[in-house]
């Protein structure tokens, strides 16, 4: 089933609901019944394309936050996929976490992390 018709089944659905909402008398319903959920579980139940996606290479040090802002893990940001941290001192709060160019503040020794 397209996309198109699981889109038009899921809209007929939720105009049925709004409608009955909107008449304030549901009385007595079978939504077993129904022809527009019966239509909407038919078009969910139909198997969809899922979109196959590639991971790129890691651009620039790959491993802070301004290297990774606008990189993709799969449907996901790259920065929500991990955890970014210094690579020198560990902590996800150093500024060389955030851009690869800033010192590292050397934080963890500082007995932050005891």
């Excluded at 105009?15 to 239509?39: F, K, L, R």
């Amino acid at each position: 089933m397209s996309e198109a018709n699981l889109r038009k089944a899921l809209e007929d659905l939720l105009n049925m609901y709004v409608a009955n909402v909107n008449s304030g008398d549901w009385g007595y319903w079978n939504p077993e019944e129904d022809p527009e959920v019966i239509a909407a579980r038919k078009a969910l139940a139909e198997p969809q394309e899922i979109p196959e996606y590639v991971d790129q290479p890691l651009p620039g040090c790959g491993k802070c936050h301004a290297c990774l802002k606008d990189h993709m893990t799969g449907a996901f940001p790259t920065v929500l996929t991990r955890m970014l941290v210094c690579t020198y001192c560990g902590s996800k709060r150093c500024p060389k976490a955030a851009d690869h160019t800033n010192l590292c503040t050397d934080i963890s020794m500082r007995g932050h992390w005891q």
